[in-house]
C-alpha cells in the first residue's frame, strides 16, 4: 500500500494542474472541476493499489474528473432546472473564447491573474490551481497560518464565479495590462519546479518544463514585452542546471560542486539571446535576475564566476523588489565578494524580517557563510535551527549532511 500511495502523490503533484485546467474548460467552473478532480484523485487511491497505475495516469484523471463533473452537473440541473448547466454537457464550443492561443493551462493563469483578485489571491490561486499545491504547502510559502490561506481560496474562487470572469486568454488590447502578473506567476510555476517548497523532492521536473512553454508562449503573444524576453531568459538559464542539481541517487548538489560541462548548453546559449534581445530595449526586475544566471551560466568555473556582476545586478533588482528573499541572496553573493563576515553583516540587516521568521532561509544561509568562515561551532548551531524548520526532505538530508561536516570540524576524529 504504501508504494501505490507514494506513486499516487507524485501523479498528484504532476497531473492535478492540467487535469483541473482541462476539466474547468469544459465545465466552465473552476469549483466544480477543482472538486472533481481531487474526486479522481480519490478514486485512483482506492482503486490503483488492486488494479496497477494506468500506462497513462494524468489521462485517467482527467476522463475520471471530467465524468464525475458532468455527472454532477447533470444531476443539478435536473433538482434545479438549470438550463445553463445542461446546456454545459453538450460538447464544448471554443466559438466564444477569442484568445489568440489555446492552451488550458494559460488560460488557467489569466484567470488567476485578473486584475479584480488581489495580488496575494493571484498568487495563492497559481499556487493552487496550476501547481497543485496543498493549502498546507501554500502556508508555508507565503509564511502564514493555513486558515488564513483557505480563507483567501475560498474567497478567491468565490468572486471568479460571481463575477464570472472568464477562463481565457484576454483579447490583445488587454494583454499589456495584465502581462506583469501573469509573468509573475508563471516564473512562480517555475520556481516551485526548480526548488519546490515541499515534498520528497526539491525538483518538480514537470513544473520547470510548464514555465518553459508558458513562457516562450507568452513571448509569441507579446513578441514586443522586452520582460516577457527576459523572464524566458531566467527561467532558461536557471534550467539549464537542472539536471546537475540532483546526483544519481538524487542528492541535492550546490552550484559550486555541479559538473558545468554537463550543463544544457543549447539552453545556454538560447537564454543568453533572449537577454541580450531583452537587454537591448528594456529594463525590469526579470532583466536583472537574467543576468545573474547569466554570470553563473557563462563562468568557467566556480572560481570564475563575476561576484561583482552578481551584486550589482542584485542591486539593480532592489530597485523593482523589497523582497527579503532579494536581500538574503545578494548576502551570499557579498560573502564572495568581499569576504564572508561582509556578507553575514549584510544578511544581519534582513534577518529579524517578519516574512522570515518562519523560514529555514536565513539561518541555512547562516550556517553556510559561517561554514566558509570557518566559525564552525556557530554554523552547527544554526545548521540546526534550519533543519527544525525546513519542509522539503532533499533539502533537509543537505542540511543534515553540511551538520555532520562541520560537526567532524569541530570534533575531529583522533588519529
Excluded at 122 to 148: D, K, M, N
Excluded at 201 to 220: H, M, S
Excluded at 286 to 296: D, S
Amino acid at each position: 500500500m504504501v508504494g501505490p500511495a507514494v506513486s499516487i502523490d507524485g501523479i498528484y503533484r504532476a497531473e492535478f494542474g492540467r487535469a483541473l485546467a482541462t476539466v474547468a474548460r469544459l465545465v466552465g467552473d473552476i469549483g466544480l472541476a477543482e472538486d472533481a478532480v481531487q474526486e479522481a484523485f480519490t478514486d485512483a487511491l482506492r482503486s490503483w493499489p488492486d488494479r496497477g497505475v494506468p500506462a497513462n495516469p494524468g489521462a485517467w484523471i482527467t476522463t475520471a474528473a471530467r465524468n464525475r463533473a458532468l455527472d454532477r452537473l447533470r444531476r443539478e440541473s435536473a433538482r434545479n432546472g438549470k438550463e445553463q448547466d445542461a446546456f454545459l454537457l453538450t460538447a464544448p464550443s471554443e466559438e466564444a473564447d477569442m484568445s489568440a492561443v489555446s492552451d488550458d493551462q494559460l488560460r488557467m493563469i489569466f484567470t488567476c491573474c485578473h486584475p479584480a483578485l488581489s495580488q496575494e489571491s493571484q498568487v495563492a490561486l497559481t499556487l493552487r490551481l496550476v501547481c497543485g499545491l496543498r493549502t498546507s504547502e501554500i502556508a508555508r510559502a507565503f509564511l502564514q497560518p493555513e486558515h488564513t490561506v483557505a480563507q483567501r481560496l475560498t474567497r478567491a474562487k468565490a468572486k471568479i464565479r460571481q463575477a464570472g470572469i472568464p477562463l481565457r486568454v484576454p483579447p490583445a488590447p488587454l494583454l499589456p495590462e495584465r502581462m506583469p502578473a501573469v509573468l509573475a506567476c508563471v516564473y512562480l510555476v517555475f520556481t516551485e519546479g526548480y526548488f519546490a517548497t515541499a515534498g520528497p523532492t526539491a525538483v518538480r521536473d514537470e513544473l520547470c518544463d510548464e514555465a518553459i512553454r508558458l513562457g516562450k508562449l507568452l513571448c509569441g503573444l507579446l513578441p514586443d514585452d522586452s520582460e516577457a524576453r527576459a523572464l524566458l531568459a531566467l527561467i532558461l538559464l536557471n534550467d539549464s542546471r537542472r539536471a546537475q542539481r540532483r546526483s544519481a541517487e538524487g542528492e541535492l548538489v550546490p552550484i559550486e560542486d555541479q559538473d558545468r560541462t554537463a550543463w544544457n548548453r543549447p539552453q545556454i546559449e538560447a537564454g543568453l539571446r533572449c537577454l541580450i534581445s531583452a537587454a537591448a530595449d528594456g529594463t525590469g526586475p526579470y532583466l536583472a535576475q537574467a543576468r545573474i544566471a547569466g554570470a553563473h551560466a557563462i563562468a568557467a568555473g566556480w572560481e570564475q564566476t563575476d561576484w561583482a556582476a552578481i551584486v550589482s545586478a542584485y542591486d539593480e533588482l532592489f530597485e523593482y523588489s523589497d523582497s527579503p528573499m532579494v536581500a538574503v541572496n545578494r548576502a551570499i553573493a557579498v560573502g564572495f565578494l568581499r569576504g564572508f563576515d561582509a556578507g553575514l553583516a549584510a544578511l544581519d540587516e534582513v534577518a529579524d524580517h517578519p516574512r522570515l521568521a518562519a523560514s529555514h532561509l536565513v539561518p541555512a544561509t547562516r550556517a553556510d557563510l559561517l561554514r566558509r568562515a570557518g566559525r564552525y561551532v556557530e554554523s552547527a548551531t544554526n545548521y540546526r535551527t534550519a533543519l527544525e524548520r525546513t519542509p522539503n526532505e532533499q533539502v533537509h538530508r543537505f542540511l543534515s549532511r553540511r551538520l555532520a561536516e562541520v560537526e567532524r570540524a569541530v570534533s575531529p576524529r583522533p588519529l
